[in-house]
């Protein structure tokens, strides 16, 4: 069982607000993701982190940004919120070595009005 | 980059019956191949997973099967039940790296 968590699970909130979606893992996992899950359930990869310090953007442009202090904490903020922000968020974790799965939270429902 | 598509988008058996769930890749460097379950209102969880060193690989009802040669890789479910619907994600990887996911297959299980 993964133990990787997301918070909050439901945010509304109004246009131009900064918000800051969180992610920890227990797992001691050197790589973390965040995805991008649109309604047809298609996932995007937005951003990554294969350990502290180390920020990548993934193939869907997003006018998000992450950071990664720590190796078990990896938020992602959105400095001005839009509705075309509106989507659910995927965070997911993943140990360095090969061939291993991606251990997905829960997920964060954001609605922005 | 690599390109996974996924058919078919929808799929709708009665109870019982089995369920498969198609991908192809064009990377043939892939070598890792996971298949995915999300239930409605959760995160996509692991139910199976395939390396390239193998053909083939069960776990109780659900399979795997995979064709390195035709670059393609199959879900299987077998006898299955109401609680198997949901959306059924697969991707390709190598060595682990950056995930592709198909685009999706959305199972109902008729009862």
Known sequence: EADI??????????????????????????????????????????????????????????????????????PLTLESARPSHTSQYLCASQTLQGWETQYFGPGTRLLVL | GENVEQHPSTLSVQEGDSAVIKCTYSDSASNYFPWYKQELGKGPQLIIDIRSNVGEKKDQRIAVTLNKTAKHFSLHITETQPEDSAVYFCAASVWGNQFYFGTGTSLTVIP
């Open chain 1, 5 to 74: 968590y997301q918070t909050p699970r439901y945010l509304v909130i109004g246009t131009g607000k900064k918000i800051t979606l969180e992610c920890s893992q227990t797992m001691g996992h050197d790589k973390m993701y965040w995805y991008q899950q649109d309604p047809g359930m298609e996932l995007h990869l937005i951003h990554y982190s294969y350990g502290v310090n180390s920020t990548e953007k993934g193939d869907l442009s997003s006018e998000s940004t992450v950071s990664r202090i720590r190796t078990e904490h990896f």
